[in-house]
């Protein structure tokens, strides 16, 4: 091998090199595409639902309401009759087995919907409307273009004459898309067209304002002992290695001491946000605690002597001017905390959030779920809807979490002073 | 009760705040002498005194009312004559007796029930009685003691700097307490565990099926029960597949990890590094659950169909697919870290390596990163310790049931999968079986503790070799 050969085996060593740095690095930037791709595409459609228009006629007999009832006879009273009536007249069904098939293009919710309509407005009695009535899980999937309609109908869950009824509706164009209110108004259920985020949503604000209470004073206390005040001792450096081991220790075992201490021997209520803030608040304090020292650190110490110099106590050195310093470096770290804390599920799980709530919590001692394990439950589902509603939760969260990092290096940006 | 009590305390307190400033100032300027310290600071000491003694107090309390209250209420439920074998029975019976109390209660009270019922009520109303007394009590001494200090003109700031010192040293012991929760949580429910399972059937059994045992009380075991439950519980299958999609997940995080924070450190223009730098990081800010509806709806059902394509049977919960995934998680924790430590290594060992003219790679190969290489070690089992006790990814997108294999294209279980499999949704407590989920927890908690202390001594060592 010649000088210049072997001069060229090893530049092309080095292209071989730098390409693979590059190539790590757009297979990284890839991932990030693809991911965010695939959630966005199968979850866009959650936003919007099908509905089908329906004509309903508010029969005074059928009802057995007069003009004029209180509030608590039209919830008492039986709307299944009318909406049974108003779905039929929406395509003509021969037998008995042709008007369970029409029925179960409309969500099981159809009588609550009716009823709604005419608790809005009660001089309806005796007359007809027009109303937008939620399709079936079904239908929505069929109607966004999610189902394959080519199937041989033994495989499919929607019936021959069920797409023949599906294809009169689209060609009179009463059936529509319409913006999904409930999927951020309603609870959990077993049927994805009603079934919503909302109870989700409270449940993780609640924990997370929980989180924040307990987690944020502390942490800061805690840093600025150790910063400011802490005499290099032993029992010290206990607390600095036990701080950096709590950071790493997996969450699930967050997860086991909230069911041994905070469930078994205190009792406090399972599967509430309460538990779940405490839990997140004592795996978030060491995340907390270590940006928290940083940014302590990073005052340089002419602020505190220049206090000292004059007059200042060791106290007002630290309260009034190193700690106002340290402040956008202290709260983006724990922003950055609480965005961790709102993606995490598994301790979550082992505190009974997984249980089926469809209730909205009131208050932070109801039980709950979170949006985090909204999206493991929903996955775990059969039904297709619950396709898009996972991914759809998944694009909340994501959100949620992108508002909360920019908000923190916006912080930081904005108001951390550079000292050199 | 209490909320009433913590809202009268804090009113009570703020007024002493500003009872305490107008009253020092107007002793100052009475008796026209020189104040200690600003007025103010008597007004902090009076809160802090009125406060901090009486809230400790309601804690303690709370904390120990229900337990006492309880053990009393069974002791006479037993003197009444009720009979119950176990501690399950006396729970029960005093669950009984509580839900009487509150008027909750359906089923059939007999005379042991209602006397316990009334003693309960007596009890709880002695001691809600007596609560409220005492907090009053210690409200009037610790505020009267701290008035004669003011007016004696103490030295309030000092005073107040030093319970605020002793209120930060208290949070910072927090993280400590932690610790100590976790370590005793686990121990207790795992020696129970090991009371019945012995230790070395569970390290080295082969066989992990819990499912079996559902023996409702551990103290009374059959020897049947016994043999049985012997082999259910072996740890051998958990700890090959959790190492086994870990190995996987490093397969994929290392080389990528590697190679991207070697491009950031040593090639990259200032302006790709600041946008590819943060891209990467969001890998590591995205929540676990994504990355596993990801690998469980979409790369599972993919690597199926690739496989039946090539005639071979995956199955749709393999290894492979959560490995792949939870690498590709761990990519930014790789990349970071060992980006900062080929950071530090010191110019002038790199300015040596071209002067006898080597190319840029030849330097990285031969000097940067055996001269990392501490670092970049600790940094690779940092990630190692973040795979073994990553939950969500396995849960969703590996299997359930524990197979010893080494083919990445079935389904195996980890650690973490079969904890929360065990204890999702209703447990028994005292069984086996939710007893196991802490001695798993127990292990992945020391397992985790010692690769993050050789990793944190590696990179620790590694930069005091260079600073």
Redesign the interface.
Known sequence: MTKEQRLKK??N??K???F??????F???L??LI?VH??FSKGSSAFMKTAINVEVFYDKDLLELEPGASEEEILEADFFDITIESLLKVYPAKNMDEEDALIELFTTDAEIEIKKAFLNNKNLIGKKINLEITASDDIDQLHKGNYPRDLPEDRRRISNFQLEIYDVLVENKTITKNFNNYFFKNGDSRDPEIAGIGGALVGSFYSILICLLLAF??AV??S???EE??PKNKITD??EI?????A??????????A???LL?T??LPRSTPLVAGITLA?MT??RI?IPCRASLKAVPPSIREGALAVGA???QSVFHHVVPLALPGTLSGTIIGL??A?????PL??IGM?AFVVDIPSTPIDPSSSL??Q??LW??SAERGF?EK??AT?MM??SF?IVM?FLAVYLRQKFEKRWN | MNFVLIFLITIFSLSLFFYGRSKTKSIAIEKNIKLNALPKFYGYYLILWCSIPSLVFLLIWS?FE?VIIKSIIIETAANQGAIFNDKNEANLIYEKIKAIHLGTYFGDIDSILRESALAYAKFINLFTNSKVVLIFAIVIVSVIYSLKKINKNNKA?DDV?II??G???V??????L??L??IF??L??SIKFFSVINIFDYLFGTNWSPQRAFVRDASSITAAEFEELKDAFGFIPLIAGTTFIAFIAMLVAV???L??G???A???SLKIRRI?KP??E??A??????Y???A???VGPFFRQIGENFGLTVSSESALAAGLIMG?MI??YV?SLSDDVINSVPQSLRDGSYAIGA????T??KVVIPAALPGIIGSIL?AV?RA?????IV??AAGLAANLTINPLESTTTI?TQ??MI???DQE?DSPKTQS??AL?LT??IA??IL??IA?RAVKKYREKYD
């Open positions: 090893r530049h060593a080095e071989r090199f730098r693979y740095g590059l190539a790590s690095i297979f990284a930037l991932f990030v991911l695939n959630i004073p502390v206390l805690a600025i002992y150790l005040f802490a206990f607390i036990n701080i950096n081991n709590l790493a220790v997996p969450s699930i075992v967050y997860g086991l001491l069911l041994q201490i078994a205190i009792q004592l304090l060491p605690i106590s060791k106290f965005a961790q709102l993606g995490e599920t598994a799980i082992l997984v985090p394990v999206v493991y996955s775990e396709v996972t991914s998944i969260l994501l979490l990092n | 904390l229900p700031r700097e605020l010192k209120l930060l040293f949070s910072s012991l927090i993280a400590i932690t610790t929760g976790i949580s686990l207790f429910e080389p990528i990890g190679f991207s070697i491009y950031m040593e090639y990259a590819s891209i990467i969001i890998l800010g995205i929540p676990t659950v994504v596993g509806f990801f469980a709806l979409t590709i990519i930014p990349s190319t840029k790679s030849e990285i190969k940092l310790s073994i006790g990553e939950t969500m849960v969703m973490t904890i929360v204890l999702v949704g407590f989920a802490f927890g992945l908690f985790t503790l993050n202390y944190q």
